[in-house]
């Protein structure tokens, strides 16, 4: 029935726009993948119609075809990722079958997914998140598809993604745009309350309200470690109490919530004060007795675990959080669906026009954003620096720059506000370690003029308004100390640092042999606020990560299969979770000694 439905509506699309398809489709959880894919289907069998899409993150599985990540994740699938359906342009874009009428572009991909695919690198559109609905402003288009929260009165909730969509409906209000809205009703969708987030029923000309309805994409929560934790405890301390705060997904903003709620229960003190590294010290610190208010593009987990323990609490017209969309994992859609009328009331979702910059009603804005932190993450920051979030030296496009920028840009056009950039300090791939802070890179995401505030593990960089020295040395003072000397050594020969500089004793210790006895004896979580992952599953996944740091190490991966060897039969639950308690054949047998080897390693 369902099905029937999406392929006549697909069928309508088509007759409605001539067979000239300008597709505007909502980033991330608020694609309505079954009529999506029935349009994908319809227009592939008509080579006379054409379809352009223009959307963002493009949500999939990970690869699970082969090697440990199928052994851990296939089986796990529905469980950790939820029944979400796979998007049929995805699909086809990466079997090679997209047909010449259909195009996909991207100004934000889901982070790695993407490299080295043609197509998706060419078609990507460089644009900050608040430049994105010029980006559709000027494309025109004529039809617009998004899954919708149904409300008790019949309208609708954009839930997830007032983030655009808001604006795009208000310039059709207002006669400035001409499209069809197609929808697709979920019940599992979280509804969001708030002007912004609303759409009447009359405003819809399709809408599929029957039949199945799919489960929605659980991102699976990654392990907080010894880095991240570091990252977190370091951030807590640049966190004004009655002040405005944004952190994103992952790993490090789980930290950086997490830090907060230990500072405001009083146990964060004593372990940031038994920190061994040579940071910039700042010393913000006690219980949230105002407490925070949240305008984010992202609401994540971190977020809401903040507002539930009462540390996010502080009101500007009534409300607590203002953010312009989600997707996270299926125990936040849950706790969304269970917050109270009041709670509801106090979470405003709206469109990145309001979170991500200043222009309108700006007076107000800026009276609210009081001691603003704009906490985001990079994948390199120079020691002049300037930051890489998004693209590697090759110029292939990792994510994008999504709201970065926005948020950097505001942390200097708005009083007492700061932008704090987290990163670690080093990546390992192909058992090669190399340092995170570079000399440059050729492809900035957030320019040098710019520099704020940088955290590693190993403490805090303020670079605001000081000069290129003193920013050089600030950076070298949280790097990796492995790789202290080699950028002292570039900043020397480019006449950044005076010739008789030298790394002091006390910055020396920037290692993961002193992070470790620092944060060991704290005995700090790995899943702060849950997990997807069973008992056995998370015994692996540090063995798991150890594995494919080492991939491509030969000597590596023969000393891990040499502890294998040695390793006796001490963890034969998680041999039987990946399938290799028995093996057989010898590539088999090596994948199993190299991981008794890995979890012998990690403990």
């Given at each position: 029935m369902a099905e029937n439905t999406a392929d006549r509506i697909a069928t309508e699309i088509i007759e409605r726009t001539g067979g000239d398809i300008r597709l505007a489709l909502p980033l991330g959880l608020g694609k309505p993948v079954t009529l999506l894919n029935a349009l994908t289907r319809a227009v592939a069998e008509r080579p006379d119609v054409r379809l352009s899409i223009l959307t963002a993150l493009t949500l999939e599985r990970p690869d699970m075809a082969q090697g440990m990540a199928r052994r851990l994740l296939a089986p796990a699938a529905d469980r950790l990722f939820g029944e979400y359906p796979q998007i049929d342009y995805a699909r086809r874009m990466r079997d090679g079958t997209l047909p010449d009428n259909i195009e996909v572009s991207e100004f934000f991909m889901q982070a790695g997914r993407w490299l080295s695919q043609p197509v998706a690198q060419r078609r990507y559109i460089a644009a900050n998140y608040t430049h994105a609905l010029d980006v559709l402003r000027r494309w025109r288009p004529n039809v617009m598809m998004q899954l919708l929260a149904p409300l008790e009165d019949g309208s609708f909730s954009l839930s997830c993604n007032t983030d655009i969509s808001a604006d795009l409906l208000h310039d059709r209000r207002a006669g400035r745009q001409d499209f069809i809205v197609a929808a697709e009703a979920n019940d599992r969708l979280p509804a969001m309350t708030g002007p912004q987030a609303r759409v009447a029923r009359d405003e819809i000309q399709m809408l599929m309200d029957e039949g199945p309805q799919f489960e929605l994409f659980?991102?699976?929560?990654?392990?907080?470690?010894?880095?991240?934790?570091?990252i977190g405890l370091h951030v807590a301390r640049l966190i004004r109490d009655g002040g405005s705060l944004q952190i994103g997904i992952g790993a490090i903003g789980d930290a950086v919530a997490h830090a907060l709620m230990l500072r405001h229960a009083g146990q964060a003190q004593t372990i940031q004060r038994n920190s061994p590294f040579a940071g910039d010290r700042f010393d913000e610190s006690g219980a949230f007795d105002a407490g925070l208010y949240v305008v984010t593009e992202m609401l994540v987990d971190g977020i809401l675990q903040l507002f539930k323990a009462g540390i996010v609490r502080r009101e500007v017209d009534g409300v607590a959080i203002h953010a312009g969309?989600?997707?996270?994992?299926?125990?936040?859609?849950?706790?969304?669906?269970?917050?109270?009328?009041?709670?509801?009331?106090?979470?405003?979702?709206?469109?990145?026009?309001?979170?991500?910059?200043?222009?309108?009603?700006e007076e107000t804005k800026r009276a609210a954003r009081t001691d603003a932190r704009f906490v985001n993450a990079a994948m390199k920051v120079s020691v002049l620096g300037g930051v890489t979030s998004d693209i590697t030296k090759g110029g292939q496009v990792v994510s994008g720059i999504g709201g970065?920028?926005?948020?950097?840009?505001?942390?200097?056009?708005?009083?007492?506000?700061?932008?704090?950039?987290?990163?670690?300090?080093?990546?390992?791939?192909?058992g090669r370690t190399t340092s995170n802070i570079v000399w440059s890179h050729p492809h900035e995401s957030v320019p040098r003029a710019y520099r704020d505030i940088v955290v590693t593990e190993y403490g805090i960089a303020d670079l605001r308004g000081v000069r290129d020295e003193v920013a050089v040395a600030r950076m070298v003072r949280i790097a990796d100390s492995r790789f202290q000397d080699d950028l002292v050594a570039q900043a020397k020969a480019a006449g950044k640092l005076a010739a008789d500089f030298a790394v002091p004793d006390g910055w020396r210790c920037n290692t993961p042999r002193h992070l470790d006895g620092w944060l060991d004896p704290v005995e700090l979580p790995k899943f702060p606020f849950g997990t997807d992952f069973d008992a056995v599953e998370q015994r692996l996944l540090p063995a798991l990560d150890l594995l494919s740091q080492t991939q491509g190490d030969r000597l590596g991966m023969a000393r891990l299969v040499l502890g294998g060897l040695r390793a006796g039969d001490a963890n034969r639950a998680c041999m039987e979770r990946m399938a290799l308690s028995a093996p057989r054949g010898l590539r088999n047998r090596l994948e199993a000694l190299a991981l008794k080897g890995a979890l012998r390693k990690v403990g």
């Open positions: 659980s991102v699976v929560k990654r392990p907080v470690g010894a880095v991240e934790h570091a969309f989600f997707v996270d994992c299926r125990a936040f859609y849950a706790a969304l669906r269970g917050l109270t009328d009041a709670e509801h009331a106090r979470i405003r979702m709206m469109p990145v026009s309001f979170t991500n910059q200043l222009y309108g009603d970065q920028f926005n948020f950097v840009e505001q942390a200097f056009a708005l009083d007492g506000a700061r932008s704090i950039i987290t990163l670690p300090a080093t990546r390992t791939k192909a």
